[in-house]
């Protein structure tokens, strides 16, 4: 049964880079996709985008300037980092997994918040 | 990018009721339509992928149906359990769009 763990900074400051990573345990991230997504205080979910173990890439136009998604195969984690963020990036931001296709996700982190104040 | 959309906003029902919820995409989306539950505090969980395939482990209250644009997720039979947040979500492409959510909660 794969696990899923975020970690990273609770707090993060305006136009800075907000950065998580995602420990995958019971699994290879050498395989199926791996995405982020986040959920607004509102209750909003919003897919931030994925990758998939040929090292192909795929954002959501809205963020892809400012997002970037990146793969330790060696620690089995991947990572996202968001630049110059605002407070309406300020959110729960997910981690998962989905194995058949793209954007089933059937495996999900428990979440961490992230706000983004000075 | 492919709006969705979901109706009731919010919703009170008894145990052993039958719910429906409806989902409508913006667009034609085959039935690449995923149905989640989510439980406060805790991230969503995946009940239903493509229109109406239940997952491993979810009763056979639940069931889901629709083709196209428009969908539905049905609980028959409420349990005390199934007091959540119900989520639709398109994988026809990228981005990937979630709808705004139900709240069922308990008459």
């Known amino acids: 049964q794969v696990q899923l763990q975020e970690s990273g900074p609770g707090l993060v400051k305006p136009s800075e880079t907000l950065s998580l990573t995602c420990n995958v345990s019971g699994g290879s991230i050498s395989s199926y996709y791996w995405s982020w997504i986040r959920q607004s205080p509102g209750r909003k979910l919003e897919w931030i985008g994925y990758f998939y173990y040929s090292a192909s890439t795929n954002y959501n136009p809205s963020l892809k300037s400012r997002v970037t998604i990146l793969v330790d195969t060696s620690k089995n984690q991947f990572s996202l980092n968001l630049r110059s963020v605002t407070a309406a990036d300020s959110a729960i931001y997910y981690c998962?997994?989905?194995?058949?296709?793209?954007?089933?996700?059937?495996?999900w982190g428990p979440g961490t918040l992230v706000t983004v104040s000075s | 990018d492919i709006q969705m959309t979901q109706s009731p906003s919010s919703l009170s029902a008894s145990v052993g009721d039958r719910v429906t919820i409806t989902c409508r995409a913006s667009q034609i989306i085959t039935t690449y339509l995923n149905w989640y539950q989510q439980k406060p505090g805790k991230a969503p969980k995946l009940l239903i992928s493509?229109?109406?395939t239940l997952q491993s482990g979810v009763p056979p209250r639940f069931s889901g149906t629709g083709s196209g644009t428009d969908f539905t997720l049905t609980i028959s039979g409420l349990q005390a359990e199934d007091f959540a947040t119900y989520f639709c979500q398109q994988s026809y492409n990228t981005p990937f769009t979630f709808g705004p959510g139900t709240k069922l909660d308990i008459k």
């Open positions: 493509t229109a109406s």
């Open positions: 998962a997994r989905a194995r058949t296709s793209a954007g089933t996700v059937g495996d």
